[in-house]
């Protein structure tokens, strides 16, 4: 996913971008990429790759019968929220309080899906900086 993000700004993909990033955070950085083309600038990445053990996992929340869209899922009251831990980081689980459904009910057509979000600290020997149109000067950003 990490490698789809960038990509998906370098193309740039817009569809890309709303299919991978939750919808608020989508708007935000498809709005940053047409600017940023707009300017007459372009994206590049070049030697994106990540070690398994750079990946840090710094916490996990899932939500059950709740929209994807966070913003939409009204007041934190409306929930029944539990924590735990999971892949060795902070877990918060989140469920509305009218849902009572196993999760055996996961065939019903009317059940909403489980919802995963990860926040994760990857750290890539990736390069980001903005040059001029021929590339022989760097306008924002380093090359280190």
Known sequence: MFRE????????????????????LARA??????RIHF????????????????????????????????????????????????LGAPCTYYVPREDNRDCIDGIDAEHKPYNVAITALIESPMKLFVMNQNYSKILLGNDN
């Open 29 to 34: 950085v498809n709005e940053s990429v047409t």
């Open 5 to 24: 993000f960038h990509q998906f700004c370098a193309i740039p993909d817009g569809k890309g971008i709303e299919h991978i990033c939750e919808g608020r």
């Open 39 to 86: 300017h007459g600038l372009d994206i590049e990445m070049a030697n994106l790759t990540v070690e398994q053990p750079s990946i840090q996992v710094m916490k996990v929340e899932i939500t059950h019968g709740l929209n994807v869209e966070r913003s939409e899922n009204g007041s934190a009251a409306d929930w029944v929220v539990t924590k735990s831990s999971l």
